[in-house]
């Protein structure tokens, strides 16, 4: 079995202190993706970059405070690669790869394009170059899962409500369109997905920390993992962990069971 945990921290040393690794550890997963550092490597100690010895590989943000991803592992890759632009968005901490052999693994944190305009058009701009370079990993013949905070809801039921959503950032036609390209032209797989494909209420990782969103349960899916057919088919199990609360995301795990 292969464990993969995506998780939005929401702020890496805020989930610690809510016990987010003691989590970790009994979780024992063999990779674990992470988003929303909000700290610089001088702000981690070893117990944040290297938490029960995992191996830990990190993109922090030029801006303190912001963003910022990180991808731990019980193996050691056999290559890493720290961001993917090599410009705007490699300055705000999205990006970190890691192969195993055959398999690349991902933790991405999408923009968000709610709080300005700019900020959505920048979210198209991400949108733009990155599915080339999917494509581009594609075309290696290795098997992807690509993890984390996609910021796009895609289809009606990803989100409570969508009826009101239609004109906001993360449900916007575009963005949904982007992702319908992903998972059918491209031939990548939404894993929770091909799991539950007709969940609903059960299926939200993220809840706005307005209006009592989270104990009315209006969230959204936004958490994803999108892998490439061969792995994603050996997706045996997935969890959407609410028992404890790490972080206005939930953590997302899936069992793999490659070959």
Not at 47 to 60: C, D, I, K, N, T
Not at 148 to 176: C, M, T, Y
Request: some cysteine.
């Amino acid at each position: 079995m292969l464990r993969i945990i995506t998780a939005n921290l929401n702020g890496i040393r805020s989930a610690s202190k809510k016990g987010f690794f003691d989590w970790v550890k009994i979780q024992n997963p063999d990779i674990l993706c992470i988003q929303e550092l909000k700290a610089q490597e001088a702000d981690l100690d070893d117990s944040l970059l290297a938490p029960h010895g995992y191996h830990g590989f990190f993109q922090y943000a030029q801006k303190k405070g912001y963003s910022g991803v990180g991808l731990y592992s019980k193996k050691k890759p056999d290559q890493v690669k720290i961001g993917f632009d090599d410009g705007e968005f490699d300055g705000e901490g999205r990006y970190v790869e890691a192969r195993f052999g055959k398999l690349i693994v991902i933790s991405a944190y999408f923009p968000s394009g709610s709080s300005a305009p700019e900020r959505q058009e920048a979210k198209f701009r991400f949108l733009d170059i990155f599915m080339p370079h999917l494509m581009k990993l594609k075309a290696e013949g290795l098997e992807i899962v690509l993890c984390g905070d996609v910021n796009i809801a895609h289809q009606e039921i990803d989100l409570k409500n969508w009826k009101g959503n239609i004109k906001n950032s993360g449900f916007l036609p575009e963005e949904r369109d982007w992702m319908t390209k992903l998972l059918t032209e491209i031939g990548f797989v939404d894993v929770y997905r091909f799991l539950h494909p007709n969940t609903t209420d059960d299926c939200y990782t993220w809840w706005s920390q307005r209006g009592q969103a989270y104990a009315k349960n209006v969230g959204w899916r936004i958490d994803y993992h999108i892998a490439t057919a061969g792995i994603a088919h050996t997706a045996e199990r997935s969890e959407i962990y609410k028992t404890e609360k790490f972080s206005d995301h939930a953590p997302l795990i899936i069992d793999y069971k490659p070959n």
